[in-house]
């Protein structure tokens, strides 16, 4: 499977036969080829000739994927879905507002790599077997972009629309914990299990009823047991039955320990919790904060870091707090803030020794001029003593969302 790569990440997923997406069983809905248009997105993934997949659910049909289609010869696709409503223009004004391409690298990997993790969940969800290979690739492929894309990649987490669930959470989850593990210079084998770990630390919370899991309400004391078995499961699920090692399974069961023991399921505290664990937990919880969930709304970067920094070592590791303050900032990448001179502008690099101070794109500058397509001026505030922060905004008001 291509996740969208170019030049030096360029990665053709080889799966066997035996293993390639197939469709659901049932009647599909065959589209003519001459009726696709660049932009289109569909609510399930588009096949060709019925099992090989054309584009993942949720994933806009790119030029040269049309021109693949005429090169083949093939006049129409098969899909249990349906074009998904909204135009190419909304997506792209998404990204634009945060300075980055639709047709990006980083961003065509971002919504392939959900689309996949999604298949798979549901995998998961119906105990089905499958190959582990593409998502060990994956975990390749989300190290290599935090080491050579780190900004733009950071930014999709706070910015892209693409998918829901259990699948967008653990791909934010991984890019997050791999940010953590290249800072403190993990070696190529602890990060690979790390971030093999973020990926599928949640993976038993698909066998939790969807009544539990889901509830808008308060959870009553046997609900909220059952929930927390979803760490035993997601051990079962990597060691049992997808054969990883005992260090990556045992992420998924540690990483709602708790640094001063009062953690679950085991009570276990402070270095007894494995490390790969003790950073999952931290970005796990960010990324709970910033990303919206069905109870709540999502928290600015910002506020969401203030509430880490708040721990006091209740919950977290304070090396690895530290460790990801270092590496994000307080203003975490992607974060849109008002300066002291009525400007705004989006945090696009930090100052690991200041991170109060990081270095952003002007999105609309002191006289009220706005700039689109990342053409704003490059303001560091390490360099620019007199402006400051005055105040982080809440991303989705100035996005135009509701």
């Not at 991984?174 to 084998?189: R, Y």
């Amino acid at each position: 499977m291509d996740f969208g790569c170019k030049h030096k990440f360029t990665v053709l997923f080889i799966i066997p036969n035996e293993l390639l997406f197939t469709a659901q069983e049932g009647i599909m809905n065959i589209v003519k080829v001459e009726d696709l248009q660049v932009g289109m997105e569909f609510d399930a993934s588009v096949f060709v000739e019925d099992d090989v997949i054309f584009v993942p659910a949720g994933v806009a049909i790119r030029e040269k994927d049309l021109k693949r289609l005429s090169q083949w010869g093939v006049v129409e696709v098969s899909t249990d879905g349906k074009p998904i409503d909204h135009t190419p223009s909304d997506v792209k004004a998404d990204y634009e507002f945060f300075g980055l391409s639709a047709d990006s690298d980083s961003v065509h990997f971002y919504k392939n790599a959900v689309s996949y993790l999604t298949d798979i969940f549901n995998k998961i969800s119906r105990k089905e077997s499958f190959n582990t290979t593409a998502v060990d690739t994956l975990a390749d492929l989300i190290i290599r972009y935090v080491r050579e894309q780190r900004n733009e990649t950071i930014s999709l987490i706070i910015c892209s629309s693409a998918g829901d669930g259990y699948a967008k959470s653990s791909l934010n989850c991984a890019i997050l914990s791999s940010v953590i593990g290249v800072f403190i210079k993990l070696d190529d084998k602890q990060l690979q299990d790390l971030v093999l770990g973020a990926i599928l630390h949640d993976s038993g919370m698909l066998r939790i009823p969807e009544s539990i899991r889901n509830k808008n309400g308060k959870l009553t004391e046997g609900e909220l047991k059952t929930l927390r078995m979803h760490t035993l499961y997601s051990h079962q699920i990597m060691a049992k039955e997808l054969y990883y090692s005992e260090e990556v399974a045992q992420i998924a069961l540690q990483h709602h320990e708790r640094w001063n023991g009062t953690g679950y399921p085991q009570g276990t505290k402070e270095r007894e919790i494995s490390q790969a664990a003790r950073i999952v937990s931290v970005a796990d919880a960010f990324e709970a904060m910033v990303c919206e969930r069905p109870y709540r709304n999502s928290m600015t970067g910002y506020f969401a870091m203030k509430n880490i920094l708040s721990d006091n070592s209740r919950r977290f590791d304070p090396t690895v707090v530290k460790s990801f303050i270092s590496s994000m900032g307080i203003y975490p990448i992607g974060s849109i803030v008002l300066l002291s001179n009525s400007s705004i502008g989006r945090v696009i690099s930090v100052h690991s020794n200041t991170p109060l101070r990081p270095e952003l794109m002007l999105l609309i500058d002191s006289d009220g001029t706005e700039y689109k397509d990342g053409s704003g001026l490059i303001v560091d505030l390490l360099q620019e003593r007199n402006l400051f922060i005055l105040k982080a905004l809440d991303v989705k008001s100035l996005a135009g969302k509701t």
